[in-house]
């Protein structure tokens, strides 16, 4: 027996045990007046941004004056984009008024603009950013988008509105997918089973998360696992604590079609966001006579950003949450002739068969760079 997710009672915000309807979520933007970028950012980012997300989604987003704060609406989330702004030298009234704001409930999200130097480089103060940024982001509750982007018209270090487009989705739609939740009980006893089965492998995976810091942002918001087996598979859950994990935050996926963007589980929440990429790309790897056992995307800044194994790095960027991602792993994976690849400007997949195998990974070619 299943239960569509479109009868879920309302939402509550953190609430990931049911996919969110779009009028239980809202958009603003805030303007830095004291900017002088401001209107190229509502022009080239905020807006293109917003417009995308109001065809996929049919979302709205408000404009909300500098030191004002959204209405709370119970029972529903706000995301909020500030900026452009320099976050080595925010103000003093900047940093109040985003602290307010995350305050409110709002999930508040910044773009950046970081100058760069005469000759279009960062300048010596952007090395701050790796642990200042962060750092501030933790004391003010807020989310600095990573500023791939070199606007060398501006001189300026900062994002795009895909950028935007991408941050707004995962703080609020989170899940693209059309999930439906199974209550049979032989998929509960599946789930029980699987769980009690790889509880010492989740545990060390936590560990392993833990010793070699495999997240940028947040170890719940940043990658996910699978286990892999023939006709189900493990799947950790949508928001989970890749730190601090146990088999309790995994969910059994037991069909899936790409055609209708769907999938059926088990589970207290809702599967991770990444769960459509890695059924594709298991099924597809399965077709080559190779199914891994297990499937790891996790997120390490030094990797993702640095100089090292750039010839691991996707061409392109690659939209995470859909099934066609995980055909573009696929290739990914093909084209390279390795088990591990890099996402443009996001995180790292590996592909294996057991826990020890990863760590061995890692170990090898993650703690390198530290």
């Not at 996929?56 to 909300?64: D, F, I, K, Q, R």
């Amino acid at each position: 027996m299943v239960t569509s997710m479109t009868s879920a009672p309302p939402l509550r915000a953190y609430d990931f045990r049911y996919k969110r309807n779009i009028a239980e979520l809202h958009y603003r933007y805030v303007l830095n007046p004291a900017s002088p970028h401001s209107d190229w950012a509502l022009r080239e980012i905020i807006q293109p941004a917003f417009r995308a997300l109001h065809r996929e989604y049919g979302v709205t987003a408000e404009p909300l004056a500098f030191g004002k704060l959204p209405q709370e609406r119970p029972g529903g989330v706000t995301y909020v984009i500030y900026g452009p702004t320099n976050p080595l030298l925010m103000s003093p009234e900047e940093q109040h008024y985003l602290a307010a704001l995350a305050a409110t409930g709002a999930r508040t999200n910044i773009i950046s603009a970081y100058p760069l130097t005469e000759t279009n480089e960062d300048g010596p103060d952007y090395a701050l950013a790796r642990t200042v940024v962060p750092q501030l982001c933790d004391a003010l509750d807020i989310n600095a988008i990573y500023p791939d982007h070199l606007d060398l018209a501006r001189g300026l270090r900062t994002n795009t509105w895909q950028d935007v487009h991408a941050n707004a989705i995962g703080e609020t739609v989170r899940v693209k997918y059309h999930p439906t939740q199974s209550v049979d009980p032989g998929d509960r006893a599946v789930l029980d089973r699987l769980r009690v089965r790889h509880a010492g492998e989740v545990a060390e995976l936590a560990r392993i998360h833990r010793d070699h810091h495999l997240w940028q942002r947040k170890p719940y918001t940043d990658g996910s696992i699978m286990f892999t087996h023939d006709g189900h598979w493990l799947v950790s859950q949508t928001v989970t604590d890749k730190s601090r994990m146990t088999a309790a935050d995994y969910d059994l996926i037991t069909s899936f079609d790409e055609g209708t963007q769907s999938l059926t589980y088990t589970g207290e929440r809702l599967p991770s966001s990444d769960a459509p990429e890695f059924l594709m790309l298991s099924g597809l790897m399965a077709m080559q006579g190779r199914r891994p056992r297990l499937l790891v995307h996790f997120h390490h800044r030094e990797l993702t950003r640095g100089r090292r194994h750039r010839d691991l790095v996707s061409d392109t960027r690659i939209e995470g949450g859909r099934f066609a991602a995980g055909r573009q792993f696929f290739r990914e994976l093909r084209q390279k002739s390795t088990n591990w690849f890099i996402i443009r400007e996001h995180g790292m997949v590996w592909t294996g068969d057991s826990v020890v195998e990863f760590e061995d990974y890692v170990r090898s070619v993650v703690s390198a760079t530290t």
